[in-house]
């Protein structure tokens, strides 16, 4: 009991916290640019993620008598992939594609968006109670809910998913 | 002998669970779900210390590091098994039917999922194209009574995420 209560202890525990928070927010950052193909960031969070991850394993490594070293490497580890997502979301990089179904106010809410600079593509399809709209636009991600927000001045009951894209060639792009 | 192999047998198992934990802990991440990333986070750190410290305290017992290898091997299959019944999410299914487009539309409103259909051209003709959002648990069962009623039916899948709205099933 008595480890519990030595300052000493508590600073190694909050020390290897701290590093882990850093190697792991590092680390969900590099697995979410991966998924994106960004390689030069990746290269570079992998790099500082290891480097970090090495000086907080030795640390717990070399005294595991303490259970604070190893309650606050857990604890760090899992902060850290909170933060990383945190930090993520609001970077939110990359683009999406949103598809927007309205079944009467289609040509408005493309009308809108088009006016605000996106590019809006319709097409005439079919629901279960008669015509619909179905309207494909492309966006970035940081733009969603701005979109969203227009779309629901316009109709409030269109229906709305997004899907993450790639983008290939053409087309334009709201900067 | 025996005593090598419990050891590395409790290895072995302790890695499994640890990196089962490390990939929900990827797929948390990716659905953006960080309560649970963080459980999973945690639970997955505190089992690796224990393990890599008894791994490099004995780094000349080669079963041990066997153990440790198929461990981790192990745990990834059965984390992508877990997630895969779970099924946590949204799928678009986009399904080309050349032939039996309505009759497949109807079949799926039936029974209570929402369609939407496109009039489209394909190799031989007009085709209709539909597209369902649905959870992604439920995909399985509708690709069933998919193919029942149209054999040819052309069907893709992709996740997506919710915005707002519109009804499923």
């Not at chain 2, 005593?3 to 089962?20: K, Y």
């Not at chain 2, 934990?21 to 997955?44: D, E, I, N, Y």
């Not at chain 2, 194209?129 to 899948?157: G, N, Q, W, Y």
Request: glycine share 8%; charged share 20%.
């Amino acid at each position: 009991m008595e480890i519990l209560l030595s300052p000493q202890t508590w600073l190694s525990a909050g020390l290897i916290f701290s590093l882990r928070v850093t190697d792991m927010t590092l680390d969900t950052l590099r697995v979410l640019f991966v998924m994106r193909g960004r390689k030069a960031i990746a290269w570079i969070l992998g790099f500082f993620q290891a480097l970090v991850f090495v000086i907080a394993i030795t640390s717990v490594l070399r005294d595991l008598t303490n259970p604070l070293n190893i309650i606050g490497y857990a604890a760090g580890f899992a902060t850290g992939v909170v933060v990383g997502m945190t930090i993520e979301e609001r970077l939110a990089i990359g683009h999406v594609q949103m598809r927007i179904i309205s079944p009467r106010r289609g040509t408005g809410i493309a009308e809108k968006l088009r006016e605000e600079g996106y590019a809006v593509t319709e097409v005439p399809a079919r629901g279960k109670d008669g015509m619909v709209t179905m309207l494909n636009c492309s966006m970035l991600r940081k733009d969603i809910h701005k979109v969203q927000t227009m779309v629901n001045q316009v109709d409030q009951d269109a229906f709305i998913t997004s899907e993450e894209i790639r983008p290939v060639r053409r087309g334009f792009w709201r900067a | 002998m025996i005593q090598l192999l419990t050891s590395a047998g409790i290895i072995f198992f302790l890695r499994m669970t640890d990196i089962t934990f490390a990939t929900m802990r990827v797929f948390m991440v990716v659905r953006g779900k960080k309560v649970l990333a963080w459980f999973f986070g945690f639970l997955q750190a505190l089992i690796y210390v224990l393990v890599i410290s008894a791994i490099l305290a004995d780094l000349e017992n080669w079963t041990k590091i066997l153990g440790y290898a198929f461990g981790f091997a192990t745990g990834l299959v059965v984390g992508m098994t877990i997630e895969k019944r779970l099924a946590l999410g949204y799928t678009n299914l986009q399904i080309v039917c050349p032939q039996r487009g309505l009759e497949v539309a109807s079949a799926l409103r039936d029974e209570g999922y929402a369609v939407t259909e496109v009039a489209a051209q394909g190799k031989d003709g007009a085709v209709e194209i539909l597209h369902c959002s649905v959870l992604r648990k439920e995909e399985a069962k509708l690709f069933s009574s998919l193919l029942d009623i149209d054999p040819s039916a052309f069907i893709t899948a992709k996740n997506v995420y919710r915005v707002q709205h519109g009804f499923w099933h």
